[in-house]
């Protein structure tokens, strides 16, 4: 069963009806990749999914109705990391910030020890041990980026949102933070849905994709079967050479705009 199903599903943006048709599963510990052009929908899609947007259709989490859920369930159970690198005026350190997440943003005067663990266990993790006494606004969009992650991560959602998460990040922290997304996704059986640009990194770190033009998905399945040399010049109007490379993956060199 797929942890993560979607059924003819509709977002809207006040009238604008910005996402229709939209059929697809995401197994445990799998990750897909929300593909298309600017303004194809990719943003409406998964802020629908995370409860943002009003939608229509079916959203099941784990079998169950996602509707039915109230807002605080479905917070807990989903980790949304938006698009872009917010600036956040809040003046709690990086260390405040995993356990406030961890309590739902409720303050408590005693983190159990539990909480404290866990916030340590997420800086080892993503590396930002030299950034836990800091303020986001001491740091830079690359590391707000991945303290950004480990906030989701912290409240171990069932599933993963992630809106172009690799935006801000250098090309190391790109495939740190993939790496890291694709074997936490595994590790703890979640569904790990990620809006992504760049399509090396989709072929590298994505086991499906989805493939949205104009707010409709024209196709979905394996990565590799969605990301084709004829595709890709009939949605992105781009001629592309696509490799196959080391690790069986697949590498998309950009020839000429058609
Ligand atoms: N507030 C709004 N009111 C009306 N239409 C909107 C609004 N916000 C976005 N849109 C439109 O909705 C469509 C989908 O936008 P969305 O942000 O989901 O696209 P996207 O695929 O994420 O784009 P990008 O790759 O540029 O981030 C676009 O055509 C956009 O112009």
Same mark, same amino acid.
């Given at each position: 069963m797929s942890l993560l199903s979607v059924e003819g599903l509709g977002v809207r943006i006040g009238r604008f009806q910005a996402v229709r048709g939209v059929s697809c599963a995401v197994a445990a510990g799998e990750c897909l990749a929300i593909l298309g052009r600017n303004g194809a929908g990719k943003t409406s899609l998964v802020r629908g999914l995370a409860g943002l947007l009003p939608v229509t259709g079916a959203i099941r989490l784990e079998g169950a109705d996602l509707?039915?859920?109230?807002?605080?369930?479905?917070?807990?159970?989903? #980790?949304?990391? &938006?698009?872009?690198?917010?600036?956040?005026?809040?003046?709690?350190t990086v260390f405040d910030l995993l356990l406030l997440a961890q309590n739902g943003g409720a303050f408590a005067w005693a983190a159990p020890r539990e909480s404290l663990r866990r916030a340590e266990a997420m800086l080892d993790l993503l590396g930002l041990q030299p950034l836990?006494?800091?303020?986001?606004?001491?740091?830079?969009?690359?590391?707000?980026?991945?303290? &950004?992650?480990a906030l989701a991560l912290v409240r171990r959602p069932r599933v993963l949102l992630l809106d172009e998460p690799t935006s801000a990040l250098d090309l190391a922290n790109q495939l740190h933070l993939l790496e890291l997304v694709r074997a936490h996704t595994r590790q703890a059986g979640m569904a790990t849905v990620m809006v992504l640009h760049d399509l090396n990194l989709a072929?590298?770190? &994505?086991?499906?994709?989805?493939?949205?033009?104009? #707010? &409709?998905?024209?196709h979905a399945g394996p990565v590799a079967e969605v990301l084709?040399?004829?595709?890709?010049?009939?949605?992105?109007?781009?001629?592309?050479?696509?490799?196959?490379?080391?690790?069986?993956?697949?590498?998309?060199?950009?020839?000429?705009?058609?």
């Open positions: 509707a039915a859920l109230g807002p605080a369930e479905r917070s807990r159970r989903i #980790g949304y990391v &938006a698009q872009g690198v917010a600036q956040v005026s809040a003046r709690l836990a006494r800091r303020t986001p606004a001491e740091m830079s969009g690359g590391q707000r980026q991945m303290v &950004a992650l072929t590298r770190y &994505a086991d499906t994709a989805l493939m949205l033009e104009e #707010g &409709a998905p024209i084709t040399r004829e595709r890709l010049a009939r949605v992105y109007g781009v001629d592309c050479h696509v490799m196959a490379v080391e690790g069986g993956h697949r590498a998309i060199y950009p020839l000429a705009r058609l």
